[in-house]
């Protein structure tokens, strides 16, 4: 008895599971009507890519001639085509919902990463996605050799200081661009020094902003979508990478009622998006069709590499503060060369690197360099590749660094003149710059004249700006550097100390120093 009794219930449940679908299906009616039209149409807005919007066009289009209803309402869907960046914006709450930019109903981007970018609770990823488009790598001309490269191989990321012109669409404005970054630290994570990789890289990219892949005669590789190489027909030759790529997922997300009339409205659109017809649509259009669940970027990844890109592409405006006291004439261990020659020589190499529109300025210490003054300006501060007199900047600082020498009994007088440099960065700020002092020294404050190491830190804590913030950086090395002393200095300007061992050490440390540039001025 207690099994048939068992038995019994289940079938109750059964057919209670069938009204209650019924019951659905008659509130809903999800069905095809004859006719339709006035107040018993129910629009749904739909804002889509420009690339991927005369597809969704076409497909919207047939979704309404088959008469689609819901709840005794015929369900139609009005595309416009809407750049992603300027929709991630305004659902961010960051540009008013308006006009162009009104709310729409489903939401096409060209990547997952703009959703996550617009971090509104009432955005939702689906798992349908309409098209994908992987990243390619457009070369001038065709690699030699049979095998395909790899990424590493065209963007030089095997070695941090790459010197590769690296083209890419911007990444606040471009999903290909976002895709691009992604990838490049997807990339710097197998070389040994990521964040340096990273910050190479993306300097490069920085330096070779294009709208397509049109420009890849002027750069040894652009990185851009196969579509867009297949829709531009651009100059040079697309490469498919040994490792694979990341691609473009073109999800459907989700911006208004998930539930109600509206919601299953925009079900019946999501199924329409990803049938056979749709996949022949996008693919007329270059895209590889799908009706896969799109790309799984991790959120945070996506701010991240954002984020980075918005601080480094703000211009390096820095000044470089020199320690000329007569200990940097001693003998490095284990090598033939000065304290001074190691530093200048490291100073060089890292200058090669800086792009021409870099403000950088330096200055020398000891003590009573000028007159009383325990500093003395060099090269004043300003864009490397600007002229000088008979000079770029660049090769004025090249030239002030070859000559620098130790002052024979020249004393250390670190804490006076990290001071006058701050305020010097901080009276001639830049907001649309990073602002920073760095700083290279062999060894403590031995200066009595000047100010001691409380009253310094105490002057910096008074003077230090969070909303026009001067980094500090200070380089150490040798064996009479006081890492500790330093820290005090550096930690309230949300700096950092390094202390180098050996010259290889300041080679790695110079790389370090630039990465910080992705935290600041919150590091």
Not at 218 to 247: C, F, I, M, W, Y
Not at 358 to 385: I, M, Y
Request: glycine share 10%.
């Amino acid at each position: 008895m207690r099994g048939i009794g068992g038995r019994w219930r289940r079938a109750v449940l059964a057919v209670l599971a069938g009204v209650a679908v019924l019951a659905a299906a008659v509130a809903y009616g999800v069905v095809r009507v004859r006719g339709c039209g006035g107040a018993d149409v129910l629009t749904l807005d739909v804002a889509a890519a420009p690339e991927i919007a005369p597809a969704v066009r076409s497909i919207a289009a047939r979704f309404g001639e088959e008469r689609h209803a819901v709840g005794g309402r015929c369900v139609r869907a009005r595309v416009r085509a809407v750049e992603p960046y300027a929709m991630s914006v305004a659902l961010s709450g960051n540009a008013p919902l308006d006009g162009g930019l009104r709310r729409p109903d489903v939401w096409i981007p060209d990547t997952s990463a703009w959703a996550h970018l617009a971090g509104s609770s009432g955005v939702v990823v689906t798992r349908t996605s309409v098209a994908t488009t992987p990243l390619v790598a457009v070369l001038p001309g065709r690699p030699k050799g049979g095998a395909p490269p790899s990424w590493h191989d065209l963007l030089g990321t095997r070695d941090e200081k790459t010197t590769k012109r690296i083209a890419v669409p911007d990444p606040a404005r471009d999903g290909a661009g976002i895709t691009a970054l992604l990838l490049a630290r997807w990339l710097a994570r197998g070389t040994r020094r990521p964040d340096a990789t990273f910050v190479n890289v993306v300097r490069a990219m920085r330096q070779n902003l294009t709208p397509d892949a049109r420009t890849a005669a002027s750069a040894d590789v652009v990185l851009t979508t196969e579509q867009a190489v297949s829709r531009h027909n651009g100059r040079g030759v697309a490469v498919h990478p040994s490792e694979g790529s990341l691609s473009l997922d073109y999800p459907v997300v989700l911006t208004g009622p998930r539930s109600g009339t509206q919601g299953a409205a925009v079900r019946m659109l999501e199924r329409a998006l990803r049938d056979g017809r749709a996949r022949r649509d996008v693919r007329s259009l270059g895209f590889r069709a799908t009706g896969e669940q799109p790309a799984a970027l991790d959120p945070g990844e996506v701010r991240d590499v954002v984020q980075s890109w918005a601080r480094l592409s703000l211009g390096t405006r820095m000044l470089s503060l020199l320690d000329v006291s007569g200990s940097m004439a001693q003998t490095v261990p284990g090598t033939h060369a000065t304290r001074m020659q190691t530093l200048t020589r490291v100073a060089q190499e890292g200058l090669a690197f800086q792009p021409d529109d870099t403000e950088l300025g330096q200055w020398v210490f000891a003590t009573e360099l000028d007159g009383s003054r325990d500093w003395r300006e060099n090269v004043p501060v300003g864009p490397l590749g600007e002229r000088v007199g008979s000079a770029t900047r660049r090769q004025r600082i090249l030239s002030a660094l070859s000559a620098l020498r130790p002052e024979p009994g020249g004393r250390t007088g670190l804490y006076d003149a990290v001071l006058a440099a701050f305020r010097y960065m901080r009276r001639t700020y830049k907001p649309e710059m990073v602002n920073s002092v760095l700083v290279m020294t062999d060894g403590r404050n031995d200066d009595a004249d000047g100010p001691t190491l409380d009253a310094t830190v105490a002057a910096l804590r008074r003077e230090y700006d969070p909303g026009r913030p001067v980094q500090i950086i200070v380089i150490g090395f040798g064996a009479d550097v006081d890492p500790a002393e330093l820290r005090r200095i550096t930690e309230v300007t949300r700096g950092g100390v390094h202390i180098a061992r050996n010259p290889a050490d300041i080679r790695k440390i110079f790389g370090t120093a630039m990465a910080r540039r992705m935290c600041a001025p919150d590091c």
